[in-house]
């Protein structure tokens, strides 16, 4: 079934902006999956992202606080990722509770590949846009996560 754009702009006018945005995330996210279904990471690839930019200050409270996973998810993808040998985990000498989290050499050659699948992705959602564009979007993300605060009422 076809809507017309016109119909389609009337009736997202006065729908919630937080279900119109998980639209287009659904749409993006299930590509960006499909287009890296053939990696062991599965769905998780963002962890590795995340792992490789916090590098050696790596720590699952601090993937957990970056990304915004609960413990508990976060607990379950770590062991699948020592399971599959995406990542190994040092003791933090200053705090033997807390453990470091590096990428192995077998995560480190998939991530390139996860690198040119996000680029060519992130290039094909923002065709169009210039560069003052994208960075005015996501300026606007920021402004409406800041507005809506931490679960606060109206």
């Known amino acids: 079934m076809v809507i017309m754009p016109d119909i389609q702009a009337e009736f997202f006018e006065h729908f ?6 998980s639209l287009v995330a659904r749409r ?3 590509t960006l999956i499909h287009n890296l279904d053939h990696l062991p990471v599965h769905k998780h690839f963002a962890i590795l992202l995340a792992i490789e930019y916090l590098s050696k200050n790596c720590t699952q409270q601090a993937l957990c606080d970056l990304l915004s996973v609960d413990k508990a998810s976060m607990v379950r993808i770590m062991d699948y990722f ?4 995406m990542i190994a985990k040092t003791t933090n000498p200053d705090d033997r509770r807390a453990s470091f989290i590096t990428l192995t050499p077998e995560a480190r050659t998939i991530l390139p590949e996860v690198h040119r699948v996000v680029d ?5 959602a923002t065709s169009g846009l210039t560069p003052e564009q994208i960075t005015a979007f996501f300026q606007t993300l920021e402004l409406i996560k800041h507005n809506l605060g931490s679960n606060s009422g109206i």
Do not use: V
Request: proline residues 6%; aromatic residues 16%.
């Open 16 to 21: 919630p902006y937080g279900k119109r945005l």
């Open 28 to 30: 993006y996210y299930c």
């Open 120 to 124: 060519e992705l992130n290039r094909k």
């Open 82 to 85: 020592k399971e599959i040998k």
